[in-house]
């Protein structure tokens, strides 16, 4: 099962990955980005860590869980990937900075519950999150200021 979910998270990667290819040679480099906008090749190894992360401890809270405790957890697990694509295709597939921070907001939040409720079953799940977190307040700020500074 720790396969199952981890591929899982790699798909939902590579799909967001094959939403953003088209832009990353024509749209992207047009936008006006600040000066600590990392190069693009940091984006797909901080992404499969945190893919191979999170599927970790999808598995965990899997393996862990009483019965009946999956529901949620799993459920807000399964959002926050949907949530992740969904910001590839605001941001990337349609162009539109503004939409890509609201799908960004709610794919924190997302997280975020995701993170609480991993923690309650298996506190190591929670942990792994914190990376992921860590990624989308960079994310955030880098969307922000995109943004801004081409509006």
């Known amino acids: 099962m720790l396969l199952v979910f981890v591929i899982l998270c790699l798909l939902?990667?590579?799909l967001g990955?094959?939403?953003t290819a088209p832009a990353l040679d024509t749209w992207y480099p047009t936008l006006?980005?600040?000066d600590w906008t990392p190069p693009n090749v940091v984006f797909p190894v901080a992404w499969s860590l945190i893919f191979l992360a999170i599927g970790i401890a999808a598995w965990l809270v899997w393996k862990h869980a009483e019965r009946g405790e999956l529901g949620l957890p799993l459920g807000l697990f399964f959002?926050?990937?949907g949530l992740n694509v969904a910001w590839s295709f605001a941001f990337f597939g349609l162009q539109d900075p503004l939409l890509g921070l609201l799908v960004l907001a709610a794919l924190i939040g997302a997280v975020v519950a995701t993170t609480l409720s991993f923690a309650k079953i298996q506190s190591?799940?929670?942990w792994l999150f914190l990376p992921y977190i860590l990624w989308l307040g960079y994310a955030g700020a880098l969307n922000l200021a995109i943004w801004r500074l081409n509006s």
Do not use: E
């Open 12 to 14: 939902a990667g590579r």
């Open 124 to 126: 190591a799940a929670g």
């Open 32 to 34: 006006v980005k600040p």
């Open 17 to 19: 990955a094959m939403i």
């Open 79 to 81: 959002l926050q990937l």
